[in-house]
């Protein structure tokens, strides 16, 4: 079990150090704001891995056809919101490292949802754990203790990834100047866009 655990850890820690849009954003969202408001962004896309892992491990066909099945709408409402948040970054005046880190609870809030939200939006998200229980050999029949250590390992692992990209990016905070961070800023928001028109372009290919 104890090796069930760790594979599943590793697993879920690599499916979230895959570079993507998410990454970005939670790195130029630590740079900018601290340490703790980066890593609620990424325990938000740790709590995504967990829900999607347990719809796939616990065998809940239906609900993984469903959401397979309506890949193309998911994929343009992901893309538009990742196209829509690098554009605003892209517009935003550039805000200077140091300057108050957002602790208030409505800003940590909107922090987990949006990127809870945005990574719940991409259905390959749920794909990826079903083939991950499929490859593990879990099915519905083989009761819940499985499953269960599959999801926990998954969250552990995605929850880790984030932690330690909270950790490294803000003890960088204090030593890069405000123009690389300015650059940094406006080179995530570059790429968040252009990975939303790919998501976009890739559900109609």
Partial sequence: MSSLLLRCFALGFAVA???????????????LRGRLYGLVSGLG????????AAIAS?????????????????AVIGGA???????????????EPGAPATTAGAGLAWA???????TISNPATILSFAALAATLGLSAGMGIVKPAVL???????????WC?????????RGRLSPAVIGAISTFSGLAIAILGMLAIYSAFS
Avoid at 82 to 94: E, F, M, N, S
Avoid at 112 to 118: D, E, H, I, K, V
Avoid at 151 to 161: C, D, H, I, K
Avoid at 164 to 172: E, H, N
Wanted: hydrophobic share 55%.
């Fill in 151 to 161: 999801v926990t390992g998954v969250l552990l692992g995605s929850a880790m990834w």
């Fill in 112 to 118: 987990y949802l949006s990127t809870l939200g945005l």
């Fill in 58 to 74: 616990f065998g809940l066909a239906a609900v993984t056809t469903t959401v397979a099945g309506g890949r193309r709408p998911l």
């Fill in 164 to 172: 330690v990209l909270a950790v490294a990016a803000s003890s960088l």
């Fill in 17 to 31: 150090a895959s570079p993507g849009p998410i990454f970005f954003l939670c790195l130029r969202r630590t740079l």
């Fill in 81 to 95: 919101a990742l196209i829509a948040i690098g554009a605003w970054i892209l517009l935003q005046r550039r805000q």
């Fill in 45 to 52: 896309v740790a709590t995504a891995d967990g829900i999607y």
